[in-house]
């Protein structure tokens, strides 16, 4: 490894010759002097010469003293440096990475996505993603969880037959797996109480700023549940978790994108899917964008809270795992939960009894064939268990304020967009 001290680092070396190494971010030739800023994966800094200087994006290491200085980024610069060029680069960044603001539409850095987000804005909300994550699984391992790694590549539709991708698997067919569900459900049998972090595959044919056909879904999934509500009640220290772990993780990202972290209360409010209609004036068997946006105000308005749980969806608007409500027929044990407007999490209680499985199947006019690996686990005891999903995606852009989930990630898969 070159040996190297972080730009974040400089000030700790005040008085001693260092070496740094990154990308040229910005070099500015003045007529007697020259500044050459460097960026690392920690940041900037700035070193002082007279000397011609490479161009932005190459990758220099540079060995300098550390000079107090207080125009320069961190207070501190590398005087009398040496300058090494690693790498020249044989073409010119599609927009200038070194202003503030990256001038460039969203089209041309998803185009452009291997230089483009070495912009320290497009970056940021990376940083802020991997350290949701780090707090996701942080949290659930402090309650006894274990992580697991399940199938991509499935034989069945876990979430509904409508969008899902086929694939050809050895002149089988097969599709790529809409969610971990059926596994994390089987796994508990196994471990009692699981975890996932990994991509999942929806054919969206909808071109929206909330949709993606490839997402990060993290999905946890426990026995022994009384109902839905002990499984709000983990959701509910996850997201603190995560919150607190980009606070802690993600502190300057976090600033340079002027994130807002949110207040997660002790308790998340709920409203049932009929109050939440009534509240909405809406019949609808499922609740719009639009109503979702009224509920996060009224939330925050009659509560104070960014997050809203919606309980009690209907039946017949969940997929056929779903417990029912026993106290109210047609409504389910499935809940959502909003956060900003927009809906983060889906989870709930599932059926547990093998016969409740082969009941529900047919109720929906299909037969057990296709699902023979998956009823295996309640053909053997299962618990009252039951899980939920929250889209990374959707955690960063609400976090971030993006308009656009393709802002939140690195290389968007979309209607569009297969590449980079
Ligand atoms: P669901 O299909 O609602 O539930 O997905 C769970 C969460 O994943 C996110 N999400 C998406 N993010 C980006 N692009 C998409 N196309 C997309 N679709 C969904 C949302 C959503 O709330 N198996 C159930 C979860 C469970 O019950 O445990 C499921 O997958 O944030």
Redesign the pocket.
Known sequence: MISRVMSAELAEHAGQRVTIAGWVHRRRQLKSVSFLVVRDRTGLAQAVTAHDLPGEESVVQVTGTVTASPQAPGGYELVAPEIEVLAEPCAAPPFDLFRPEPGATLPTILDHAPVALRHPRLRAPLEIAAAGVAGFRETLDGLGFTEIHTPKIVGSA??SGA?VFGLDYFGRPAYLA????FY?QAMVGVLERVYEVGP?F?A?PHDTA??????T?L???LGFVRDHRDVMAVLREVVAGMTESVRRRAASAAALVGATLPEVPAEIPAVHFTEAQRLTSCDEPDLSPVQERRLSEWALREHGSEFLFVTGYPMAKR?F??HPDPARPGYSN?F??LFRG???????Q?LHAYADYVAALAARGEGTQAYEGYLQAFKHGMPPH??????????TARLTGAAN?RQTTAFPRDLHRLSP
């Open positions: 876990t979430e969008n809409q969610s971990p569900q994390k999942v929806r969206e909330r949709h993606l056909a490839q997402y879904s999905d946890a999934e997929p795992y779903t499935g959502d939960l927009l809906e983060l999490v889906t989870g709930g599932r039951g899980g939920f999903a929250l889209g990374l995606e959707r955690w989930i």
